[in-house]
T-cell receptor
Framework: AQTVTQSQPEMSVQEAETVTLSCTYDTSESDYYLFWYKQPPSRQMILVIRQEAYKQQNATENRFSVNFQKAAKSFSLKISDSQLGDAAMYFC???????????FGQGTRLTINP | NAGVTQTPKFQVLKTGQSMTLQCAQDMNHNSMYWYRQDPGMGLRLIYYSASEGTTDKGEVPNGYNVSRLNKREFSLRLESAAPSQTSVYFCAINRDNSGNTIYFGEGSWLTVV
């Protein structure tokens, strides 16, 4: 069974600085998708960024980018120019191509210090 | 809310009571899902529906039933609520053509006392 591990329960960063959240996963599949979701105190799950495993190019969305290392099964999220509104729980998630289920990590709580 | 509407947003139940969580999408997507999130954890899949009229079990289906009567709506029913079902429940849809991006509703907070 696939598993997703986020080894950093909590992270903090100064406003305007850059922070990287780590995620590793375990799978025997070659075709899959990886996601980062943001969950603010409202508990809403917000999709931040998506990466297809067949793409070598790392996904980017404005201040958010990923470092996808397929051989190492690593998928980290970099947030540049951190803003107070970035404070939230961040979840890494995995999905097989053709499967219905998302597998989530335990989450990383990100605090932004003004 | 990514085109996904859940009701109710908050509910308190007594042990043994029943209730139904409703989910509706405003677009024509085939796949719909129910997840639960317990404190300090990521989401876990309860049930899903790949298309109208079909449903399948996820990781944690015990204690729940679902119904997909039409393409827009996917409901989750607790027949006899237990304190272990206290959780935040999320309905979700697959929103892109490849079927590989899942968007969530705003969540329903359920407390069973």
């Amino acid at each position: 069974a696939q598993t997703v591990t986020q080894s950093q329960p909590e992270m903090s960063v100064q406003e305007a600085e850059t922070v990287t959240l780590s995620c590793t996963y375990d799978t025997s599949e070659s075709d899959y998708y990886l996601f980062w979701y943001k969950q603010p105190p409202s508990r809403q799950m917000i999709l931040v960024i998506r990466q297809e495993a067949y793409k070598q190019q790392n996904a980017t969305e404005n201040r958010f980018s990923v470092n996808f290392q397929k051989a190492a099964k690593s998928f980290s999220l970099k947030i540049s120019d951190s803003q107070l509104g970035d404070a939230a729980m961040y979840f890494c998630a995995y999905k097989d191509q053709g499967a219905q289920k998302l597998v989530f990590g335990q989450g990383t709580r990100l605090t932004i210090n003004p | 809310n990514a085109g996904v509407t859940q009701t109710p947003k908050f509910q308190v139940l007594k042990t043994g009571q029943s209730m139904t969580l409703q989910c509706a999408q405003d677009m024509n997507h085939n796949s719909m899902y129910w997840y639960r999130q317990d404190p300090g954890m990521g989401l876990r899949l309860i049930y899903y529906s790949a298309s109208e009229g079909t449903t399948d079990k996820g990781e944690v289906p015990n204690g729940y039933n679902v119904s997909r009567l039409n393409k827009r709506e996917f409901s989750l029913r607790l027949e006899s609520a237990a304190p272990s079902q206290t959780s935040v429940y999320f309905c979700a849809i697959n929103r892109d053509n490849s079927g590989n991006t899942i968007y969530f509703g705003e969540g329903s907070w359920l407390t069973v006392v």
